[in-house]
């Protein structure tokens, strides 16, 4: 497939998406044919288009398209003597660009429509990339390039395919159909492997590196083991072998933080692990089972495709809590799919973009929380929900203010200066060793309070002196006090998820608005939905149910926390908070109307026990699937320290 990047006018941005969209959602990680993109420098190819400009074959190429029109309406409505063709290269802060125009020399009507004399009319534009840029237009669509040909400067072809990571940020490709694809569940496994056979050491298989969790080996058999038990409960067949495993990786533990002697029933650790030779062979067997249900997807019932949903989701949420833990290890391994960022240009970046964090209103509404999943449903297309995401219901939300985005890392250390407390978050770390580094430390507190501290991520400790303007991850308690200190509070469920709908509210608003505006000719306006009338989305329809992720730091488009001071001046949305979780001061409560899932009836209801809240978005290793759908719940002990959530402020209105 050939893609030119002749389009309308958008900012390079969000045009990035757009473009690539057709192309990411066609392709496919297993797919054996690349598709082939043409791209085109800015500086050389502009050039190119000025010289063929003087020699009028673009002038020509254009005017002919009057005449083509004419063919096609069957009379002369364009009479090509009144028109002229203007072409100009145009670099802003939208990017390159070569744009057309015709424009009539003298005044004209055009089926009705009467154009003024030189009102320029818009037929073309030609977005322009370097290196750089195309780059970034790869990763926002989740392709990669396999090869390219080039010619000099002036443009070239370029093979791309479907990237296993990271996972697409946009609703059509993320959730374009309620049972994941099989293409989805090979970038899951992608992600899976990696982390599992690339950054645990063997030597810490058998370690804890968070005493509240199994050792590490118990979650290379837990998720294998879980997925089969769920296909052969839904499908009524036998399980793979060894069967044996479910005694021993069917579930895993969560006990209470304060007194671990209390937990929710689990499977029994044996007192040896079996080989991991033995684990591995066993998963491939899982994995080839479920490939042979898909061999004939069409004709599955929906039962059975929600067996392998729970599967695919359950897999994407133990991704998460595996990593979290791999942090509180010495000895982890760096990602091989991403090389370390320079953490230092970074931090020198993030300070000299800061803005303040500005209060804004967040009107009274009324918020549809939830979603509507019947058990016994037969529509393939429905998405499906874990239980405490339904039912649907109305819940009304007080008006109040918010904070553009949530406390950072240099915040929480202020806290903690001035509090005079010395124990650090469990993403924090004390070093010693840590080697010193040239670069300003840009804070205001004393170099000797934060030297000796470090960030945890997977390519090691970072010092906090370059990820002052990260979320701080911590636990509900930890933020909370420091909220307070802050002069706020920590938003409930609801005050969240109506920061969320307002969020959405304003950018449907300001597309609306922008498209509206746009600087087209007048005699485009006209067509401008001339007698069409938008159809509303369903409800919990995926346009309905999940949200557009792009520019969020979800889905490992980094496999750590980004700055976000410089996003104070505008109001965080959903999974919008820098990589992190967002912490809410609800308590995990059982609602009206909620029911336990037969598939999995105790995997909210164990958890009502008041020691819980809700957390609400997604982390920088949360798939789309999970973090862009707005009913998904997510909960931790409110003393819980190893959770990768941060929290936002907000007030009641003053």
Same mark, same amino acid.
């Given at each position: ?6 389009? =309308? ?48 074959? !673009? @002038? ?21 003597? #009144? ?40 037929? #073309? ?6 290196? =750089? ?11 990669? #390039?396999?090869?390219?040909?080039? /010619? ?67 979650? *290379?058999?837990?998720?294998? !083991? ?10 009524? $067949? ?18 209470? &933080? ?34 042979? *249900?898909?061999?004939? %997807? ?67 509404? $009324? ?49 903690? +200066? ?11 770390? +004390? ?10 430390? @840009?804070? $205001?507190?004393?170099?000797?309070? *934060? ?51 307002? &969020? ?7 597309? $609306? ?9 007048? %005699? ?29 730091? &979800? ?56 020691? @819980? ?9 949360? @798939? ?5 759908? =707005? ?6 002990? /409110?003393?819980?320290? +190893? ?12």
């Amino acid at each position: 497939m050939v893609h030119h990047h002749t389009h =309308k006018q958008l900012p390079h941005q969000a045009t990035s998406t757009a473009e690539t969209r057709p192309i990411s959602f066609r392709a496919s990680p297993s797919s054996s044919i690349p598709f082939v993109t043409a791209c085109s420098s800015a500086s050389t190819r502009a050039a190119s288009r000025q010289r063929s400009n003087e020699d009028g074959i !673009t @002038h020509e190429f254009i005017l002919n398209g009057l005449s083509h029109a004419n063919n096609l309406l069957g009379e002369a409505v364009f009479n090509l003597d #009144e028109w002229r063709v203007i072409g100009e290269y145009v670099f802003d802060r939208d990017g390159g660009r070569h744009q057309a125009f015709l424009a009539p020399v003298r005044e004209t009507e055009v089926l009705g429509v009467v154009i003024k004399p030189h009102e320029r009319v818009q037929i #073309e534009q030609s977005l322009k990339y370097d290196e =750089k840029s195309r780059l970034g237009l790869w990763k926002q669509a989740g392709l990669r #390039e396999e090869a390219s040909w080039l /010619r000099g400067d002036e443009y070239g072809l370029h093979l791309l395919r479907r990237a296993s990571l990271p996972f697409p940020r946009i609703p059509g490709l993320y959730s374009g159909t309620a049972l994941p694809t099989l293409p989805e569940w090979e970038s899951l496994w992608k992600a899976w492997d990696a982390v599992t056979c690339d950054m645990l050491p063997p030597q810490q298989l058998s370690k804890r590196p968070i005493d509240l969790r199994n050792p590490c080996v118990f979650y *290379l058999g837990h998720i294998p !083991t879980f997925l089969d038990l769920q296909l052969s409960r839904a499908t009524a $067949t036998p399980g793979t072998e060894p069967r044996s495993f479910a005694a021993i990786f069917e579930r895993g533990i969560d006990p209470d &933080v304060d007194d671990p002697r209390r937990c929710h029933a689990h499977s029994a650790a044996p007192d040896c692990w079996p080989a991991v030779d033995e684990i591995m062979a066993y998963k491939n067997r899982v994995r080839h089972r479920l490939c042979r *249900l898909y061999a004939d %997807v069409g004709t599955l019932p929906r039962a059975v495709a929600r067996a392998v949903w729970v599967g695919f989701e359950h897999e994407l949420l133990h991704l998460e809590t595996l990593l979290y833990m791999l942090l509180q290890a010495d000895d982890t391994l760096p990602p091989p799919l991403a090389p370390r960022p320079d953490f230092e240009l970074i931090a020198d970046e993030a300070a000299r973009a800061r803005v303040p964090n500005l209060w804004f209103d967040v009107p009274a509404q $009324t918020i549809v929380v939830g979603m509507d999943d019947p058990e016994d449903g037969t529509d393939p297309s429905r998405p499906f929900g874990w239980d405490n995401e339904k039912p649907s219901r109305s819940v009304s939300v007080h008006a109040f203010q918010a904070q553009g985005r949530p406390i950072t890392n240099g915040e929480y250390a202020q806290f903690l +200066y001035s509090s005079g407390i010395d124990k650090v978050p469990a993403s924090w770390s +004390y070093v010693t060793n840590l080697p010193t580094t040239a670069g300003a430390i @840009h804070s $205001t507190l004393p170099g000797s309070f *934060l030297r000796g501290k470090a960030i945890r991520t997977v390519y090691g400790l970072v010092p906090l002196g370059h990820a002052l303007d990260w979320p701080v991850s911590a636990s509900y308690d930890e933020l909370a006090r420091c909220a307070s200190w802050m002069g706020g509070r920590i938003p409930s469920a609801d005050e969240a998820r109506s920061i969320y709908a307002y &969020v959405e509210a304003q950018k449907k608003e300001a597309s $609306t608005q922008s498209r509206l505006a746009k600087k087209v000719p007048a %005699v485009n306006g006209h067509l401008v939905n001339d007698g069409v009338t938008e159809t509303p989305p369903v409800k919990d329809s995926p346009s309905q149910l999940y949200v557009d992720l792009s520019g969020t730091n &979800v889905g490992f488009h980094h496999w750590h926390p980004v700055p976000v001071t410089a996003r104070g001046g505008s109001l965080a949305g959903q999974a919008d908070m820098g990589g992190v979780w967002e912490w809410t001061s609800s308590v995990l409560r059982r609602h009206p109307g909620f029911e336990p899932m037969p598939l999995y009836p105790a995997y909210t209801a164990d958890f009502f026990d008041e020691k @819980h809240n809700i957390v609400l978005g997604g982390s920088w290793a949360t @798939h789309p699937r999970i973090a862009g759908r =707005k009913s998904f719940v997510n909960w931790y002990q /409110r003393n819980y320290p +190893y959770v990768w959530a941060g929290a936002r402020l907000v007030r009641d209105v003053q």
